[in-house]
């Protein structure tokens, strides 16, 4: 589930292989397709509200156009080159609308540049599935995403520059055995043990 830059809509994935677009204004939804053959497993809004990105268990990202001022769904729908075989659960695109990055439960991490849609690294940094991928806010003139993964770990990803090449997590937390981290952002995060919200959103200075 995804609320637009300017909180004016809402998006949610769901198990028919549908997106479903609410109006928070006027509390009318309708569903629209993506190009999905199975469920959809996460939304995402671009920083400027011009793309709505999804990942499914079909393997694939989608890229839908959006048009803010209207609140239509344009006919365009890219997808972005299949460079996983596995089911894609989380996926965003960079505070900067750069790149687009994506999370498998192959254990990588995926990036492909948002105006070509060109694939440009998988990371295979993570030893588990990767739940979630989360984009920050402007933190000092910088980008990060974070991505969290069943192996008990958040990696933070520096995404600022715009030739990114062969990327790589500039901090990890801790592991934390035995826990499965499925979710986490730049602001608290949703995960299943308690004990692990203070040390995510601590530990080394980033995430405050």
């Not at 909180?7 to 198990?15: F, H, K, Q, R």
């Not at 500039?170 to 952002?185: A, H, K, Q, W």
Request: glycine share 8%.
């Amino acid at each position: 589930m995804a609320t637009s830059p300017n909180e004016d809509y809402l998006i949610s994935g769901g198990n028919d292989n549908y997106i479903l677009l609410g109006d928070l204004k006027t509390f009318k939804c309708h569903k629209f397709d993506c190009g999905h053959q199975l469920p959809i497993r996460a939304v995402a809004w671009s920083n400027n509200g011009r793309l709505i990105i999804s990942s499914s268990n079909d393997c694939t990202i989608k890229l839908r156009y959006f048009d803010l001022e209207k609140g239509t769904v344009c006919d365009q729908i890219t997808s972005l080159p299949q460079m996983h075989n596995d089911f894609m659960y989380g996926a965003t695109i960079s505070g900067n609308d750069l790149y687009v990055i994506g999370g498998s439960t192959d254990s990588t991490v995926g990036f492909w540049k948002t105006s070509t849609t060109e694939f440009i690294h998988n990371s295979t940094v993570h030893k588990g599935f990767v739940w979630n991928v989360s984009p920050s806010p402007e933190i000092d003139k910088k980008f990060y995403i974070a991505t969290s993964s069943s192996d008990g770990t958040v990696k933070i990803w520096d995404v600022s520059i715009s030739d990114l090449g062969i990327a790589e997590p500039c901090c990890s937390l801790p592991v934390i055995p035995e826990i499965d981290i499925v979710g986490c952002d730049f602001t608290g995060s949703i995960i299943e043990d308690e004990r692990l919200k203070d040390l995510i959103t601590a530990n080394g200075g980033i995430l405050n």
